[in-house]
C-alpha cells in the first residue's frame, strides 16, 4: 500500500493512545491477541505503557503502519530471547484496523520486521497465531512453515478456546 508509512515505536501518550485504540477495535473484531473483549481503555493502555517500555529498553522493536497520520497497523519482534538463543527473533501483536485489512498493510508490516531481525543478526523467526481467525495464510505467504499446532490453546476474544498454529521461517544469511 504505497499510501502507508511503517516507523519503529517509542513510548509517547499520542503512540500508547492510538495503540490503545488499534488494540480495542482488533479485540473487538474478534483477533486473538491475548486480551477479551470488551477490552477496558485503561487496560490496553497499559499494556501499550509496558510493551513500549519494553521497547524503549531495546528488547523489542514495536513497528506502526500509519495511513496519512492515522495508526492503522501494529507489529512486534520480540529480541529479549534467553541466552542460548541469542539468533531467534519472535513476531506478535499483528494488528491491522478492522477496515484497513486485505491492503497488504500487515503484509509490510511483516517484512520490515524480518529486515530488522536479519539487521540484528537474527537467523530465525518464530510466531503463533490462532487456529480460528489467525493470520495463518498471510504467515504462509510470506515463508513460514508450519511446526505444528497445539489445541485449545486459549480463549477467542468473544469466548470459547481456539488452538494456536506454531510458524518458523529461516531467514538471513546462513
Not at 16 to 42: D, Q, Y
Not at 63 to 81: E, P
Request: glycine residues 10%.
Amino acid at each position: 500500500m504505497s499510501d502507508v508509512s511503517i516507523f519503529s515505536l517509542s513510548s509517547s501518550e499520542a503512540t500508547v493512545a492510538a495503540l490503545a485504540r488499534l488494540l480495542i477495535a482488533t479485540v473487538a473484531a474478534g483477533g486473538s491477541v491475548s486480551f477479551m473483549h470488551p477490552l477496558a481503555e485503561a487496560e490496553a493502555i497499559a499494556f501499550w505503557e509496558r510493551w513500549l517500555a519494553a521497547a524503549d529498553r531495546g528488547e523489542l522493536v514495536a513497528l506502526g503502519a500509519y495511513h496519512r497520520d492515522d495508526l492503522v497497523g501494529t507489529v512486534s519482534l520480540i529480541l529479549n530471547c534467553p541466552p542460548n538463543q541469542p539468533h531467534r527473533g519472535e513476531i506478535a501483536k499483528m494488528m491491522t484496523l478492522p477496515e484497513f485489512r486485505g491492503r497488504g498493510i500487515a503484509r509490510a508490516l511483516l517484512a520490515e520486521a524480518e529486515r530488522l531481525a536479519v539487521a540484528r543478526g537474527r537467523t530465525l523467526l518464530v510466531l503463533d497465531t490462532a487456529t480460528d481467525g489467525g493470520a495463518s495464510g498471510l504467515y504462509q505467504k510470506h515463508g513460514f512453515v508450519l511446526a505444528g499446532e497445539i489445541p485449545n490453546y486459549a480463549y477467542k476474544p468473544h469466548g470459547g478456546l481456539t488452538g494456536t498454529l506454531l510458524y518458523w521461517k529461516a531467514i538471513g544469511p546462513g
